[in-house]
């Protein structure tokens, strides 16, 4: 039972490029998250899913793309990489449940440096 | 739309001392729930305690307990005989139970606690 599997584990891009972070979980979660972590500001929410097939915008947006086509994936993409981008990015996911407060399991992070 | 707040960036004890992590948040909701969350050098996210909102009692998980107060709207974290593997990024975080919401949590920008030998 791998949990939450993040890749890549680091990246570096330059300015400009395009990159895709993978997300897997093997707890048949319908819910899956991305949390980007700065330094003083703790994790903020880029975007999630309640489902496969659905997606909705978080906290910070913009610069970042996402897809679930399928229940276990949840892919997130830098279109054009800014150096603002650059981050330790986290992947999450819970079940629906919400009657006991279903923790989030989050994967091992990604850190981006986009230079 | 809710905020958390941790006033504390950085918090050092000595070994088996008692420290005691501090929390703020703000809402209007009345349902929802707490968690404080541990991150060690090794980046890995990890749940220490939670809390449900409707109950009044404190949650505790061995040497973890906190300190609820609902009017205050104040989550504090206590850790019993400190250990050196408390070590940490602590962080406090807000989920509400409304089912729109998803399941989103919404962090405080985390407290470094450093155990001391």
């Known amino acids: 039972n791998a949990g939450v599997t993040q890749t890549p584990k680091f990246r570096v891009l330059k300015t400009g490029q395009s990159m895709t972070l993978l997300c897997a979980q093997d707890?048949?979660?319908?819910?899956m998250y991305w949390y980007r972590q700065d330094p003083g500001m703790g994790l903020r929410l880029i975007h999630y899913?309640?489902?496969?097939?659905?997606?909705a915008k978080g906290e910070v947006p913009d610069g970042y793309n996402v897809s679930r086509l399928k229940k276990q994936n949840f892919l997130l993409g830098l279109e054009s990489a800014a150096p603002s981008q650059t981050s330790v990015y986290f992947c999450a996911s819970s079940f629906r449940v919400r009657l006991v407060g279903s923790p989030l399991h989050f994967g091992n992070g990604t850190r981006l440096t986009v230079t | 739309a809710q905020t958390v707040t941790q006033s504390q960036p950085e918090m050092s004890v000595q070994e088996a001392e008692t420290v005691t992590l501090s929390c703020t948040y703000d809402t209007s909701e009345s349902n929802y729930y707490l968690f404080w969350y541990k991150q060690p050098p090794s980046r890995q996210m990890i749940l220490v305690i939670r809390?449900?909102?409707?109950?009044?009692q404190n949650a505790t998980e061995n040497r973890f307990s906190v300190n609820f107060q609902k009017a205050a709207k104040s989550f504090s974290l206590k850790i019993s005989d400190s250990q050196l593997g408390d070590t940490a990024m602590y962080f406090c975080?807000?989920?509400?139970?409304?089912?729109?919401?998803?399941?989103?949590?919404?962090f405080g920008e985390g407290t470094q606690l450093t155990v001391n030998p």
């Open positions: 707890m048949n979660h319908e819910y």
């Open positions: 899913s309640v489902g496969e097939g659905t997606t």
């Open positions: 975080a807000f989920m509400d139970r409304k089912e729109t919401s998803g399941s989103r949590l919404t």
């Open positions: 809390q449900e909102a409707y109950k009044q």
